[in-house]
């Protein structure tokens, strides 16, 4: 069966560090891979996607993501986290059905 | 253009009792999809509408829930009788094309809490 694996489930970082959220599936066929954010008491907002092509993938804020299909893995990365970026960020997969397939969700927590 | 809007945004209600969720979905989005959070574990899905036809409903949990989409426009999720393992956040997703490859629209959610 499809799933997802998010690594992190809390993460607290200070302002201007880096961010590395792991995020690994497993499916064996072709898959479309996503990053959504839920920032507090908002919808869940799309980050970035990826369905082919360059492995690297920017999105919107400054994110970006590495699709690395030996591993298996779809990691989201931002060099310089700020204050308004804590939420939560989910990774998604859309293989071969019109269902998402989430991880469990890393809860992010930026200190001013 | 308007988002996708949830109500209520939460409800506490007693075991036993039944409760209403209402998604309208972004206009002239014909797929509509309802998926589910229970605390701290994945968001999961439960079922997909095209128009007002159930296109799949394999994750509803069991018979107790009802999902309608009448006239192909907003939609409704009703539970009854909940139970205290219903609690969690209902989200209510749109999208223009059956794949999302545009990724879906997602509405705020529905918390709903049973006592």
């Known amino acids: 069966a499809q799933s997802v694996s998010q690594h992190n489930h809390h993460v607290i970082l200070s302002e201007a560090a880096s961010l590395e959220l792991g995020c690994n599936y497993s499916?064996?066929?072709?898959?479309?891979l996503f990053w959504y954010v839920q920032y507090p008491g908002q919808h869940l907002q799309l980050l970035l996607k990826?369905?082919?092509?360059?492995?690297l993938v920017k999105g919107i804020k400054g994110f970006e993501a590495e699709f690395i299909k030996s591993k298996f893995s779809f990691n989201l990365r931002k060099p310089s986290v700020q204050w308004s970026d804590t939420a939560e960020y989910f990774c998604?997969?859309?293989?071969?059905?019109?269902?998402?397939?989430f991880g469990t969700g890393t809860r992010l927590k930026v200190l001013a | 253009e308007a988002g996708v809007t949830q109500f209520p945004s939460h409800s506490v209600i007693e075991k036993g009792q039944t409760v209403t969720l209402r998604c309208d979905p972004i206009?002239?989005?014909?797929?509509l999809y309802w998926y589910r959070r229970v605390m701290g574990k994945e968001i999961k899905f439960l079922l997909h509408?095209?128009?007002?036809?159930?296109?799949?409903e394999s994750g509803m949990p069991n018979n107790r829930f009802l999902a309608e989409r009448t006239g192909g426009t907003y939609s409704t999720l009703k539970v009854q009788p909940a139970e205290l393992e219903d609690s969690g956040v209902y989200f209510c997703a749109s999208s223009q094309n059956l794949q999302g490859d545009y990724g879906y629209t997602f509405g705020s959610g529905t918390r709903l809490t049973v006592v």
């Open positions: 509408f095209v128009k007002e036809s159930k296109q799949d």
């Open positions: 499916y064996g066929g072709t898959v479309n």
């Open positions: 998604a997969v859309l293989g071969g059905t019109y269902k998402y397939i």
């Open positions: 990826y369905f082919s092509g360059d492995p």
């Open positions: 206009s002239g989005h014909d797929n």
